[in-house]
């Protein structure tokens, strides 16, 4: 079978050989799009995928769909941090909850973060992955002090370190081994117009598929195509893609990954 359409055994098509392809559009303000990519970069080998990281700008994708950010919903708000606590454990990504969410999501955002992303997959691709990666520990991570969220103890309050200064960037390029020449020539990109139309056309195109949120993800296997929105669809990805989900797979978290093993007591 073949996402729902049965073949003989004489059938010439063979999965092995077919075509897949995911696309992943991604803006480090999400801590859901750090979890579809942590997962999805865990399963690139076993489902024998290329995968395609698309930064786009999220404030974008929430105003050209009219849409808004679930933090702007009271009720949704009230209920983020616990979802990202037990997501973390679950995943084995070290998510921890803004001290200051309002100032970290709406007040700083994203921009400079998504167009330094940007001119890395433009002129650095191979640094992609972890630099991306960086960006979100450092928004998403660092901790200092302990806070209780309701359902688990943290050992540690968020410090919502920067995404958008010259030094704050230039941290998560060293970080992976870029040099300061090559990260400031990176940085220097941010505001070239040839990141910012690629910004702006990767956005465009996430919306024309029908994009309305963070993560948003394409998957091609042969001639099919289906988009799927969420970290948390991966079950009917590997359907889509023929390939078995075995969930989390945190013994294939990155090395370099920070264990969040011991921060829920």
């Given at each position: 079978v073949i996402y729902g359409?049965?073949?003989?055994?004489?059938?010439?098509?063979?999965?092995?050989?077919?075509?897949?392809?995911?696309?992943?559009?991604?803006?480090?303000?999400?801590?859901?799009?750090w979890i579809g990519f942590e997962t999805l970069c865990r399963y690139r080998q076993r489902w024998r995928m290329e995968l395609q990281l698309c930064p786009f700008f999220l404030g974008g994708i929430l105003k050209g769909s009219e849409n808004k950010s679930p933090r702007l919903v009271p009720v949704k708000a009230q209920h983020i941090d616990k979802d990202l606590i037990r997501l973390g454990a679950y995943y084995s990504?070290?998510?921890?909850?803004?001290?200051?969410?309002?100032?970290?999501?709406?007040?700083?955002?994203?921009?400079?973060?998504?167009?330094?992303?940007?001119?890395?997959?433009?002129k650095s691709p191979q640094s992609l992955e972890g630099v991306s990666r960086e960006l979100w520990?450092?928004?998403?991570?660092?901790?200092?002090?302990?806070?209780?969220?309701?359902?688990?103890?943290?050992?540690?309050?968020?410090q919502d370190e920067d995404i958008t200064l010259h030094e704050s960037l230039q941290h998560a390029c060293l970080a992976v081994g870029l040099t300061k020449e090559a990260a400031n020539d990176l940085i220097g990109q941010i505001e070239s117009q040839e990141v910012k139309n690629e910004l702006r056309r990767t956005t465009q195109e996430a919306l024309d598929l029908g994009a309305f949120g963070a993560p948003f993800i394409v998957a091609h296997l042969g001639d099919k195509k289906e988009e799927f929105f969420g970290s948390d669809r991966m079950e009917l990805l590997a359907h889509m893609?023929?390939?078995?989900?075995?969930?989390?797979?945190?013994?294939?978290?990155?090395?370099?990954?920070?264990?969040?093993?011991?921060?829920?007591?």
């Open positions: 359409h049965a073949l003989s055994l004489a059938s010439p098509v063979h999965l092995s050989v077919m075509t897949k392809v995911v696309q992943l559009f991604y803006d480090v303000i999400s801590p859901y799009s990504i070290p998510i921890r909850p803004l001290s200051n969410p309002e100032e970290a999501l709406f007040g700083k955002g994203s921009l400079s973060a998504q167009r330094l992303l940007t001119a890395i997959k433009l520990l450092r928004i998403w991570s660092r901790v200092s002090g302990d806070v209780w969220v309701g359902v688990a103890f943290i050992t540690g309050c968020h893609l023929q390939e078995q989900w075995e969930g989390p797979l945190v013994e294939h978290t990155i090395n370099s990954l920070p264990t969040n093993r011991g921060w829920c007591v």
